[in-house]
């Protein structure tokens, strides 16, 4: 089952026509990690890779599942003059890794398509025989498969792979090979004074907190058309949040508190406690700074008058409901204290460095005149912002 699989999947990168001339790799460098030898299983893949020049690509095996920021070792055997190659890897997301660009009509040669920023690379001596290849996922992964591909360099020059699953410019593509699905780690910064409330994201302890992208909600793809990013600190007090998002077109609607915001452009917080399905709490702020709060002691089911004592304040780059200008965007903070969080989800107080807690972020990006778009610090992977099951972890760090 395991070789139709592949020759399923792979059999789409299959390309068609006469090879077209070599296009130069890019000018990045990867320093050579330790290659072993050995000799293969059985249960390696059966397809094989012809490349110019003499040179086949066989028995392709792979670890059978990596982990998000795990070692992913790619086993192939390399025959005939391979004296003087050398062999790129890539591992890939497979909608990244896949992409391919032509210009100018059918027959046209390729547009070498830049690297994905997610993509690892390890560049090595090809030998003659089985090899062993290790390369390291970055974290977090939010595909559930990475895609691994094959360069031959003569020097800068591509060797072209001609036979077998292969892309039209060349690139040869070896396997899928599955990744466990993990939620977002985050570490929340210890704060030593509380941040000044004004939605301006300048205090020396924001800068220490690491911006987490935030990513479509359905996949974890990146949104790099209108990023955002969210950064998280507390102190004894409360939990911080701030998120910084760019948006040519700032706008909300709403004016009282509690209104719908969700449907409009809008910036939320669960805090769900554990990864159960009760006892969380769901917050939200406009681009205007008007805020809806809820408490749910059941799955969807709670109490949407309910009227916390947390905090939240909105800086706009921009002006706010002028779809005629341009906007640069806005940022926000909230300040939610342990107190409620404690009193409404699982967490126990007081809080200590180390503790772990399930939450996590959204944004409703809606364009003018386009499909609305759903954004995650963590993806839910379904179409449902109260889903826990893939909600970020959260840990307290320490001074």
Same mark, same amino acid.
């Given at each position: 089952?395991?070789?139709?699989?592949?020759?399923?999947?792979?059999?789409?990168?299959?390309a068609?026509?006469?090879?077209?001339?070599p296009?130069?790799?890019?000018?990045?460098?990867?320093?050579?990690?330790?290659?072993?030898?050995?000799?293969?299983?059985?249960?390696?893949?059966?397809?094989a890779?012809?490349?110019?020049?003499?040179?086949?690509?066989?028995?392709?095996?792979?670890?059978?599942?990596?982990?998000?920021?795990?070692?992913?070792?790619?086993?192939?055997?390399?025959?005939?003059?391979?004296?003087?190659?050398?062999?790129?890897?890539?591992a890939?997301?497979?909608?990244?890794g896949?992409?391919?660009?032509?210009?100018?009509?059918?027959?046209?040669?390729?547009?070498?398509?830049?690297?994905?920023?997610?993509?690892r690379?390890?560049?090595?001596?090809?030998?003659?025989?089985?090899?062993?290849?290790?390369?390291?996922?970055?974290?977090?992964w939010?595909?559930?498969?990475v895609?691994?591909?094959?360069?031959?360099?003569?020097?800068?020059?591509?060797?072209r792979?001609?036979?077998?699953?292969?892309?039209?410019?060349?690139?040869?593509?070896?396997?899928?090979?599955?990744?466990?699905?993990r939620?977002?780690?985050?570490?929340?910064?210890?704060?030593?004074?509380?941040?000044?409330?004004?939605?301006?994201?300048?205090?020396?302890?924001?800068a220490r907190?690491?911006?987490?992208?935030?990513?479509?909600?359905?996949?974890?793809?990146?949104y790099?058309?209108?990023?955002?990013?969210v950064?998280?600190?507390?102190?004894?007090?409360?939990?911080?949040?701030?998120?910084?998002?760019?948006?040519?077109?700032?706008?909300?609607?709403y004016?009282?508190?509690?209104?719908?915001?969700?449907?409009?452009? %809008?910036?939320?917080? !669960?805090? /769900?406690?554990?990864?159960?399905? $009760?006892?969380?709490?769901? @917050?939200?702020v +406009? =681009?205007?700074?008007?805020?809806?709060?809820?408490?749910?002691?059941?799955?969807?089911?709670?109490?949407?008058?309910?009227?916390?004592?947390?905090?939240?304040?909105?800086?706009?780059?921009g002006?706010?409901?002028?779809?005629?200008?341009?906007?640069?965007?806005?940022?926000?903070?909230?300040?939610?204290?342990?107190?409620?969080?404690?009193?409404?989800?699982?967490?126990?107080?007081?809080?200590?460095?180390?503790?772990?807690? %399930?939450v996590?972020? !959204?944004? /409703?990006?809606?364009?003018?005149k $386009?499909?609305?778009?759903? @954004?995650?610090? +963590? =993806?839910?992977?379904?179409?449902?912002?109260?889903?826990?099951?893939?909600?970020?972890?959260?840990?307290?760090?320490?001074?």
């Amino acid at each position: 089952m395991r070789t139709r699989r592949a020759w399923a999947v792979l059999g789409l990168f299959v390309a068609c026509g006469d090879p077209t001339s070599p296009s130069p790799p890019s000018s990045e460098s990867f320093s050579s990690p330790v290659v072993q030898t050995g000799v293969l299983g059985s249960d390696a893949w059966s397809h094989a890779i012809q490349f110019e020049g003499g040179v086949k690509v066989d028995g392709v095996r792979t670890s059978p599942q990596v982990e998000p920021g795990g070692t992913l070792d790619v086993h192939l055997t390399a025959h005939g003059p391979v004296e003087g190659l050398t062999a790129r890897l890539t591992a890939w997301p497979p909608r990244a890794g896949s992409r391919q660009v032509a210009r100018g009509g059918v027959g046209a040669p390729p547009v070498e398509v830049p690297i994905d920023p997610r993509a690892r690379v390890q560049t090595v001596a090809l030998v003659a025989g089985p090899q062993s290849i290790p390369l390291v996922l970055p974290e977090p992964w939010h595909p559930r498969q990475v895609l691994l591909t094959l360069e031959l360099l003569e020097g800068s020059t591509r060797v072209r792979a001609y036979r077998g699953p292969r892309r039209e410019d060349g690139v040869a593509v070896l396997a899928l090979a599955d990744v466990a699905v993990r939620p977002v780690a985050v570490v929340a910064v210890s704060m030593p004074t509380p941040p000044q409330l004004d939605g301006r994201l300048d205090e020396p302890g924001w800068a220490r907190a690491r911006a987490h992208p935030m990513v479509h909600s359905l996949d974890g793809e990146p949104y790099d058309e209108r990023p955002g990013t969210v950064r998280w600190a507390w102190d004894p007090q409360a939990l911080y949040v701030a998120a910084q998002i760019e948006d040519p077109d700032v706008w909300s609607e709403y004016t009282r508190h509690d209104e719908p915001l969700w449907k409009q452009e %809008v910036f939320e917080v !669960f805090v /769900f406690g554990d990864a159960g399905r $009760r006892d969380y709490l769901e @917050l939200q702020v +406009s =681009p205007r700074g008007i805020t809806f709060d809820a408490r749910f002691e059941q799955y969807r089911k709670g109490d949407e008058a309910w009227d916390g004592r947390w905090q939240a304040a909105v800086s706009l780059s921009g002006t706010l409901d002028d779809r005629r200008d341009r906007d640069q965007g806005w940022s926000v903070e909230l300040a939610i204290p342990w107190d409620e969080i404690c009193a409404h989800t699982e967490v126990t107080c007081p809080p200590r460095p180390g503790q772990t807690l %399930v939450v996590n972020a !959204f944004r /409703f990006e809606r364009p003018h005149k $386009r499909p609305p778009v759903g @954004l995650a610090l +963590s =993806p839910p992977r379904v179409p449902d912002f109260h889903a826990p099951a893939n909600a970020a972890v959260l840990e307290l760090g320490g001074a």
